[in-house]
């Protein structure tokens, strides 16, 4: 849920950022995205939702509880919030992901993905030594 933040505390966590989230937070083309997207899906209170944005550009919401946090505060359908976070995520979270993920100290994954790992370098081998020497019946023959 969103905290209550007195004027100092944001201006406290605003201090704080890196210059580029303050360039973010700050920036038209933010508050523009925010108020298309509310308006693409008829949502009257913007005010709230670039709220909540904000407070996610902050540190103070996670980007996974914003979903959840627009549903309840807004009483919204789930399927309508979906929509809202899609956008969301495109226009405004994606373009900064690498700030996102440096605030929140965690790589940020839409839901249902997973983290993709590099396999170490001798993985190759290991993985050559582990197959059986069988003929591999899908390749033709060389002739």
Do not use: H
């Not at 406290?12 to 523009?32: G, W, Y």
Request: charged content about 35%; some cysteine.
């Amino acid at each position: 849920m969103p905290q209550k933040l007195t004027k100092e505390q944001y201006w406290k966590l605003f201090n704080n950022l890196s210059e580029e989230m303050k360039d973010v937070i700050l920036s038209e083309k933010t508050a523009t995205d925010i108020f298309d997207i509310c308006e693409r899906n008829e949502i009257d209170d913007v005010s709230k939702v670039a709220d909540y944005v904000g407070q996610t550009l902050l540190g103070v919401l996670a980007p996974d509880k914003l979903q959840e946090t627009l549903e309840k505060e807004l009483k919204l359908k789930k399927a309508q919030t979906q929509t809202i976070m899609q956008e969301i995520n495109r226009f405004i979270f994606y373009p900064i992901k690498p700030l996102l993920e440096e605030l929140y100290n965690a790589e940020i994954l839409p839901k249902g993905a997973e983290k993709k790992t590099l396999k170490p370098e001798n993985s190759s081998k290991e993985e050559k030594e582990s197959k059986p020497n069988e003929p591999d019946t899908y390749r033709e023959p060389i002739e």
